[in-house]
């Protein structure tokens, strides 16, 4: 999906997969449940803790923001 960042940002939002990679700067994620923001510089775990709902999402059902 298409995500709308505030200013002149916004991201196109896929499934995290196997190659799906950090890089330097760290990768928005968005959650699949309250669509908030949480940004990563690994992607070495398994699930993850939402920073804005708090529920635990597995890995596969996040969604990695791509530029
Ligand atoms: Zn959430």
């Given at each position: 999906?298409?995500?709308?960042l505030?200013?002149?940002?916004?991201?196109?939002f896929k499934p995290?997969?196997?190659r799906s990679r950090?890089?330097?700067?760290?990768?928005l994620l968005l959650c699949p449940h309250c669509k908030g923001?949480?940004?990563?510089y690994h992607f070495s775990w398994s699930?993850?803790?939402?920073q804005t709902c708090g529920k635990?999402?597995?890995k596969?059902?996040?969604e990695v923001g791509h530029k």
């Open positions: 999906m298409r995500y709308a505030s200013g002149p940002y916004s991201l196109d995290v997969n196997p950090a890089g330097k700067n760290g990768k923001l949480s940004r990563v699930a993850l803790s939402c635990s999402i597995n596969y059902d996040w």
